[in-house]
């Protein structure tokens, strides 16, 4: 059977491919709903600082170490996914964080507690995390951008749905029980939605596409290796600078609006709801803008608005409650939008058949970047006594993030042939 009939009688869901497909973003977006749970952490932090008598310091060590083993996984999965499949990956990935939620329910010291949360469930979300993302880029080569940015709203959203859910779970049987609870639904909903994801056959096109321009355009030939071209090195670069620069902004949000803009704590707390909004909304919009125009271009859009974010929280004072939000809304809208615009830009630079290899690599970035930014404006305020001076090196950083952008984030000669975007 040549690939255009195959491509006419593939079903997913029982209907033509070309429409089930739509249906796999969903269940994509439902399984990195659960797995980015792991940026609600808040909401379990004074619970357990009361429970297990720790202090604040204590209380954030199973999200750091959550965010270290997911920042690593997620690229060694990368290697494994066409090897293994991406039923097994996202079960594995699934049945382990949701373990390691279980038996987070039955810690009694800190140590403990982020061995169990942040060695196990932060590697089971390194595991899967990354899978969705593969299934929605084989299926949409038309629209890839716009899939896996549809896809990531889930972990970019995650917080607004499983944060309140966490919390009323709190209150009414306490933070042990809740943690059991979200680690039994989070195994059962992945390991369900894990038998539904699949790739398609090897040069499979949506209907009505030219099947041999999408051969074309998949050929290695002459197609470097990734690493041994500066585009690679640009954006690896390019993403650190994102990461950093918006988990920075994460980790302060809330003290900066109380410090600086001296507004109440919780007017300040729910501003972050807001700023999740702008996160989350991002991501399908830099898929689709990376679609179309030349990632240099979309990457210098998001350091210029970084940029402008910066010189804004410069110059804020206390009482300008509209120029905060403006400043982070700004910030959180560029994070979230570097998480669909590095898995597009790896598509559109690299070969995209070693797309699960390429952006685990890819994805290394934004662990060095995670790491850095949540520890960078904390220090800078230790030092200056004010989180002003933290605006600085964001300012400063994406000027440099222009540059790199500018001259890096394009084709080597021997991949121009396969696309018409320079």
């Known amino acids: 059977m040549n690939l255009e009939n195959q491509s006419q009688k593939l079903t997913l869901f029982g209907l033509p491919a070309e429409r089930g497909r739509w249906l796999l973003i969903p269940l994509g977006m439902i399984v990195l709903l659960c797995l980015g749970t792991v940026y609600s952490w808040s909401i379990f932090r004074k619970p357990l600082e ?102 990531i709203v889930g972990f970019g959203l995650s917080p607004l749905v499983t944060a309140p859910l966490a919390k009323s779970l709190i209150d009414a049987y306490g933070i042990r029980q809740t943690l059991l609870i979200l680690g039994i639904v989070f195994t059962i909903a992945i390991l369900l939605i894990s038998l539904a994801l699949k790739l398609p056959p090897q040069g499979w ?56 803009i001296e507004i109440d704590p919780v007017l300040a707390a729910s ?20 679609d ?27 009482g300008q409650v509209a120029t905060y939000l403006i400043a982070f809304c700004l910030f959180w809208f560029c994070l979230g939008g570097w998480l669909a615009l590095a898995p597009t830009a790896t598509l559109t630079l690299f070969k995209p058949e070693n797309y699960a290899k390429n952006y685990g690599i890819v994805f290394t970035a934004y662990g060095v970047g995670a790491l850095l930014g949540t520890v960078v404006a904390g220090r800078i305020r230790d030092l200056f006594g004010t989180y002003t001076y933290a605006f600085y090196p964001t300012a400063f950083l994406a000027v440099i993030g222009i540059l790199v952008a500018t001259t890096t984030l394009k084709r080597d000669p021997a991949n121009a042939m396969f696309s018409d975007r320079m």
């Open 292 to 318: 179309r125009f030349p990632p240099k271009y979309v990457a210098t859009a998001t350091y210029v608005l970084i940029i402008i974010a910066s010189i804004l929280m410069i110059n804020a004072r206390s």
């Open 205 to 260: 096109s949506p209907k009505g596409r030219n099947v041999s321009q999408t051969k074309q355009i998949s050929a290695p030939i002459n197609r470097p290796n990734m690493l041994q071209t500066r585009s690679f090195y640009g954006l690896w670069v390019c993403y650190m600078i994102g990461a950093l620069v918006g988990l920075s902004a994460i980790g302060i949000s809330s003290p900066v609006a109380q410090e600086i």
């Open 271 to 290: 501003s972050v709801s807001l700023f999740a909004v702008f996160n989350g909304l991002s991501r399908p919009l830099f898929g689709w803008l990376t």
């Open 50 to 151: 009361t429970l297990l008598n720790i202090g604040a310091t204590e209380s954030l060590l199973p999200y750091t170490v959550a965010l270290v083993f997911y920042a690593t996984l997620m690229p060694i999965t990368g290697f494994y996914i066409d090897r293994i499949g991406t039923r097994k990956i996202t079960a594995l990935g699934g049945l382990i964080a949701g373990v390691g939620y279980i038996l987070s329910s039955f810690a009694t010291n800190i140590s403990v507690l982020a061995f169990t949360y942040g060695v196990i469930a932060g590697s089971g979300v390194g595991i899967a995390y990354g899978v969705p993302m593969v299934v929605s880029a084989r299926w949409f080569p038309d629209q890839k951008g716009l899939a896996v940015g549809l896809t």
